[in-house]
């Protein structure tokens, strides 16, 4: 093996400020899926892209992908990417890093002289993060088939269709009933992320190399009661939506709790509410609310909503409260391939830059690459492991390290 590849670690660090810089003023950072502000984002990574040697193309799942050829056409390519879309007031690295940092080895590998066997990719995947319509991972999803019709036809709340947005955006959503790439269309798929937790920063290491990815189950849950006056209205009276379904979020938090013991892992979190009238002296008649559960074990990740579900039925029936629940998307735990996650390490090693295996327990656009592909990812710190959130924070030196170990990472896998 010939000496680690040099990033130019300053190209980087300028490219993730110069994105940063493409956000909605009033609310930084923020860059949503299928705004003129991300439209503006992606115009300045296509010309990035093809500054760098690449060809570029949208696919009919709205994905943007930059290619460098390889020597053997015949081979199939290795790939790279994340997302530059952000949530509400996020932050300036979450999937952006994982970008640039695919980028910026392309780029260094060319001004090094080093010729890959193998074509590279590098993905910016649309929507990564949750979007309006009710659904993440729409790009990436899309590519290997796993946007239902029903998706297809989520709305958001201005009535516009997932469908008619994915045109917008450059895709052909009336292609997306099939895979767009089949099985061993890449030969692997690589990730670079920031950690979005404490783990790497409370043990001071530069690398994390993920082990596995959790599964994400989210459900629309409505809660129906009857609006009335809330001055007149005795309590033993009211069909109280908002109540009942604080109940509901209560037993949601208590049961994850018990089941969330040991090494097991898994979170239940609700994270939107609508409430109707939502006035100070109207009873609540109508909540909508997005229920989000996660864990690693696919057993406990199915079954932990349906018996809450019915038991909070249960204890309705005959108050004139109803509730119902759709699941939005169910995508289950991936396990990283064990030859990609040797990769990563060997090359962290060849950098002197210590790791550690570990988990991820947020979701990523290569949970559905590795349904075409040996997939691996690499995490880096970030401060105090905050993210979504404007203060979210990660070190030249941590960016450097992270593309240093993707790009070595790449490299190896080429020879393979």
């Known amino acids: 093996m010939t000496n680690p590849l040099t990033i130019d670690a300053e190209r980087l660090w300028r490219h993730l400020d110069e994105l940063a810089q493409i956000t909605d003023p009033q609310v930084p950072w923020t860059r949503r899926a299928f705004t003129e502000r991300y439209l503006q984002g992606r115009a300045w990574l296509r010309e990035r892209m093809h500054e760098a040697g690449m060809t570029t193309r949208l696919d009919e799942a709205g994905n943007l992908i930059g290619t460098l050829p390889g020597s053997e056409p015949s081979l199939a390519?290795?790939?790279?990417?994340?997302?530059?879309?952000?949530?509400?007031?996020?932050?300036?690295?979450?999937?952006?890093?994982?970008?640039?940092?695919?980028?910026?080895?392309?780029?260094?590998?060319?001004?090094?002289?080093?010729?890959?066997?193998?074509?590279?990719?590098?993905?910016?995947?649309?929507?990564?993060?949750?979007?309006?319509?009710?659904?993440?991972?729409?790009?990436?999803?899309?590519?290997?088939?796993?946007?239902?019709?029903?998706?297809?036809?989520?709305?958001?709340?201005?009535?516009?269709?997932?469908?008619?947005?994915?045109?917008?955006?450059?895709?052909?959503?009336?292609?997306?009933?099939?895979?767009?790439?089949?099985?061993?269309?890449?030969?692997?798929?690589?990730?670079?992320?920031?950690?979005?937790?404490?783990?790497?920063?409370?043990?001071?290491l530069p690398i994390g190399v993920v082990s596995d990815i959790v599964g994400i189950h989210r459900y629309d849950i409505v809660v129906t009661g009857q609006a009335d006056h809330a001055g007149t209205t005795p309590m033993d009276l009211r069909r109280d939506a908002l109540a009942e379904a604080g109940g509901l979020i209560k037993h949601i938090q208590q049961e994850a709790n018990r089941q969330a013991q040991g090494d097991t892992y898994l979170v239940a979190t609700v994270g939107r509410l609508t409430v109707s009238p939502n006035a100070s002296n109207a009873i609540p008649e109508r909540v909508e609310m997005v229920l989000e559960v996660r864990s690693n074990d696919a057993t406990l990740l199915e079954g932990f909503f349906p018996p809450l579900l019915e038991d909070t039925r249960r204890q309705l029936a005959g108050s004139g409260v109803d509730i119902d629940a759709t699941p939005l998307s169910e995508g289950l735990p991936t396990q990283c391939s064990p030859d990609v996650q040797a990769q990563i390490a060997a090359a962290a090693d060849s950098l002197g830059l210590e790791h550690m295996a570990m988990p991820s327990g947020a979701g990523h656009d290569a949970v559905y690459m590795a349904m075409l592909a040996p997939t691996g990812m690499l995490f880096v710190p970030c401060r105090d492991g905050r993210s979504h959130c404007p203060q979210e924070s990660i070190t030249r030196q941590q960016a450097a390290d992270g593309c240093q170990v993707l790009a070595e990472t790449l490299r190896r896998l080429d020879q393979l």
């Open 77 to 204: 390519p290795l790939a790279t990417g994340s997302h530059i879309d952000t949530v509400p007031s996020g932050g300036r690295y979450d999937g952006i890093l994982g970008v640039l940092a695919g980028l910026e080895a392309v780029r260094s590998l060319q001004e090094a002289g080093v010729h890959l066997r193998h074509s590279i990719e590098v993905i910016d995947f649309l929507s990564e993060e949750p979007s309006e319509y009710g659904v993440s991972c729409i790009g990436s999803r899309g590519m290997v088939g796993k946007l239902s019709p029903a998706m297809l036809d989520f709305q958001e709340p201005g009535g516009e269709r997932l469908f008619d947005a994915i045109r917008r955006m450059g895709g052909v959503p009336e292609a997306l009933g099939e895979p767009l790439r089949q099985p061993g269309a890449l030969t692997a798929f690589v990730e670079l992320h920031i950690e979005q937790g404490r783990v790497l920063e409370s043990r001071q």
